[in-house]
């Protein structure tokens, strides 16, 4: 760019690439990859980072022409061309090397060796910092914006979105889940004063964290079992199941008893007989293992980032402190010990008893958690190794995401269905008195 415009200064172009970033994000809107009210924050971010990742020309550009007065400066065969651009840096004309101070003067980057050897590196160190406080302040705006920004930032770097980095995601499902996690969803309203209750007649506010995560609906069931499908999956390929035990796709029961390098017993969407009854006693997943022999529950749920801590804190009192009594959100901080799953089974099997929850963001979101590392060594350790643990998140998140964005389209397709069918009556009773109406329509 400073080759082709030596008569505009550095600044200039820069906000030239500005003007461009506008026209980029327009054609995103047009193509339904941004929500028209998502934030411009959000789209700049990288994926890791809880955004969707695109590149800001401006900044690239910037990047490039520090990188470029990096090489200039550095490489022995360019020399004559260095000597060069100095010449027409000292006569007022803009070359690489006031591109090159332009930036660096503008982001305070530090002083380098400019050497042959540490090209590469000079170019990484150019570039990181200037992107860091590019992020710094998006993330700043997110926050002071976004709700579910603080909670996100809140949990870095202990977070990843792997649903948002599979091939298989469609760009429309990929801008929904961001406009729902925003609460910026086209029908569904979180102003205040514009609140409208459920239209699934639930009573509740009708936002995206509602329909996503605390209405009503059958379809967080079939969510929740794609989860407890996969780590199905997993268990029967890591204990080298044999190849006849065949697992529905979607389907989350499962009761079996094979040998495969020890013997397995799995139990999957049924009730665990113990001598004292107990109301919490149907785990998602039943292992018992044998030679040693060693019992293992596992929990799955799917819930909001905003009660991510709190899903995994009501599973573990559930079955480790206190399984008589219903556990949920309103009473889990107040329950004292009392008989349990785990407890019963020691009891009865004088065996090690293990409990691990595995909590899946309704968006996608994995968060590295204290219960996340414990089930990650209970499932390495029965013989699922890093790579199918690492299958078995990257699926799982993708299926709660797709989920998700299916479950959104559903509840918002409820008005339009019943408008449809007020439509349909009152054109038919319009067509009785008309003939020649009904024959138009």
Not at 240 to 266: C, H, W, Y
Not at 377 to 394: D, S
Request: aromatic share 8%.
């Amino acid at each position: 760019m400073g080759n082709l415009y030596p008569d505009e200064k550095g600044a200039t172009t820069v906000k030239n690439c500005r003007e461009v970033d506008k026209e980029v994000r327009k054609v995103l809107i047009e193509n339904n990859i941004k929500g028209k009210t998502t934030t411009n924050n959000h789209i700049y971010l990288p994926v890791s980072r809880g955004g969707q990742g695109m590149k800001f020309i401006e900044v690239e550009a910037e990047i490039h022409m520090v990188k470029k007065g990096v090489y200039i400066r550095s490489h022995p065969e360019m020399q004559e061309a260095h000597e060069s651009y100095i010449q027409l840096q000292g006569s007022g004309w803009r070359n690489p090397l006031s591109d090159h101070d332009f930036v660096s003067t503008k982001y305070g980057c530090p002083d380098v060796e400019y050497t042959q050897t540490k090209i590469t590196k000079n170019c990484k160190t150019m570039k990181k910092h200037i992107e860091k406080p590019f992020y710094e302040q998006l993330e700043k705006e997110w926050i002071m914006n976004m709700h579910y920004g603080r909670i996100f930032v809140k949990e870095q770097p202990n977070i990843e979105l792997p649903a948002y980095t599979s091939p298989l995601m469609d760009s429309w499902r990929f801008s929904l889940l961001h406009s729902a996690a925003e609460e910026q969803v086209h029908g569904l309203v979180a102003i205040l004063g514009r609140r409208k209750n459920c239209r699934r007649g639930c009573s509740q506010s009708e936002t995206a964290y509602h329909v996503s995560s605390a209405c009503i609906q059958d379809a967080y069931n079939t969510r929740h079992d794609y989860v407890v499908h996969w780590v199905l999956k997993s268990l029967l390929s890591g204990l080298n199941a044999p190849e006849d035990i065949q697992l529905q796709f979607g389907k989350a029961t499962l009761s079996v008893d094979f040998f495969g390098m020890r013997r397995v017993e799995i139990r999957a969407g049924t009730e665990i007989l113990t001598e004292k009854r107990i109301h919490h006693n149907t785990p998602d997943t039943y292992l018992h293992l044998y030679d040693p022999e060693e019992i293992i529950i596992l929990e799955i749920s799917v819930a909001h980032l905003q009660n991510y801590r709190l899903q995994e804190k009501i599973k573990k009192v559930r079955y480790s402190v206190n399984g008589s009594a219903h556990i949920d959100h309103t009473n889990v901080d107040e329950a004292c010990r009392d008989l349990n799953l785990m407890g019963e089974l020691r009891s009865t099997y004088r065996c090690p008893v293990h409990l691990g929850v595995f909590v899946v963001g309704c968006f996608g979101e994995i968060v590295t958690t204290e219960e996340h590392k414990n089930i990650r060594k209970i499932l390495i350790k029965i013989g699922i190794n890093n790579l199918k643990m690492r299958i078995l998140i990257n699926r799982s998140s993708y299926s709660v995401a797709v989920s998700t964005s299916n479950i959104i389209l559903k509840h918002l397709c409820v008005v339009n269905s019943i408008s449809t069918v007020i439509f349909c009556c009152i054109l038919s009773k319009r067509t009785q008195k008309n003939d020649n109406l009904f024959i138009m329509q």
